[in-house]
């Protein structure tokens, strides 16, 4: 099982300056996720592991149990306990053994790694790797010289591996963080709990770019704007729109910038949350 590279680039229309997302909805289990996963699973197997684990509140769980039953190695996650039926189901398909814990995200993080003795720990913050998997996306978004690339952003791990790709090509666009720390709808990045936040610093920093955070009604609109062209990404996705969007507002892009949004997961594994979004 590998992740796909070289995925998808559309272009919105419909702004003044060049927008175009990065989609990452095509990777095996739907998310960017994958491409952390394949270079995880590679440095389990060069390490001799037979057993691996993670903290996720759902897509770096899906992922990691979908590519370790591939490549026969034991899977253990550890999800809050207020984690959806439609997760669990997708993780117990790939047979990986599923421990709930009564807390939010980053205290389950914490837990995990004090549990996870003899197996590979693929937490972000502790698997220093992570991030590798995710250059990728940098350098495959480098030939359209953007001057502006935005990403969802909790722990960090997923923005700070994209600028490193984008520097590997000699590219220095802005990087903007598009976080929702209160969010009820975009769970999987709710609580901007930064377990790589010395990496994300430094690419903020080293980029001049800047954080942007989104409540729920912008993070709605930007995503019904993207399903009426088909695009059927899950909210945390939606909220690198609703940060441009906050760009614009400010006047803090122009007619020259090309923007990259990264969408980074498909929402059509959860129909519910599709429904919950188009009802308003």
């Not at 095509?26 to 440095?43: F, L």
């Not at 903290?55 to 770096?60: D, E, I, L, M, R």
């Not at 791990?157 to 994209?162: E, I, K, N, S």
């Not at 995503?223 to 909210?235: Q, S, T, V, W």
Request: net charge positive; proline share 4%; glycine share 6%.
């Amino acid at each position: 099982m590998k992740s796909i590279k070289n995925t998808p680039v559309i272009e919105l229309k419909g702004y003044n300056f060049r927008l175009y997302l990065k989609n990452e909805m095509v990777q095996p289990t739907g998310t960017h996720k994958d491409r952390e996963t394949e270079v995880i699973i590679n440095d389990i197997r060069a390490k001799g592991f037979h057993a691996c684990g993670c903290a996720s509140t759902g897509n770096a769980a899906i992922s990691l149990s979908a590519f370790a039953k591939a490549n026969n190695i034991k899977c253990t996650v550890f999800v809050p306990k207020s984690t959806s039926d439609e997760i669990l189901k997708m993780i117990q398909a790939n047979s990986a053994e599923i421990i709930k814990i009564d807390a939010d995200y980053g205290r389950v993080v914490d837990i995990s790694n004090e549990k996870m003795k003899g197996i590979y720990n693929a937490n972000p913050g502790v698997c220093k790797i992570r991030p590798q998997g995710d250059e990728c996306i940098g350098e495959e978004i480098a030939d359209l010289n953007p001057t502006i690339v935005i990403c969802p952003v909790n722990n960090g791990t997923h923005l700070a591996g994209v600028w490193h790709g984008l520097k590997k090509k000699k590219r220095h666009p802005r990087m903007i963080a598009a976080i929702a720390p209160g969010s009820k709808l975009a769970k999987s990045i709710s609580g901007f709990h930064q377990k790589d936040k010395k990496i994300l610093d430094a690419a903020i920093h080293e980029s001049r770019g800047r954080i942007i955070e989104l409540n729920d009604e912008e993070i709605k609109t930007a995503a019904r704007e993207l399903y009426k062209k088909g695009i059927y990404c899950e909210p945390s996705s939606a909220t690198t729109l609703a940060a441009l969007k906050k760009l614009i507002l400010d006047k803090d892009c122009n007619k020259n910038d090309v923007a990259v949004c990264v969408i980074t997961g498909d929402c059509k594994r959860f129909p519910k949350l599709i429904e919950e979004i188009e009802k308003g």
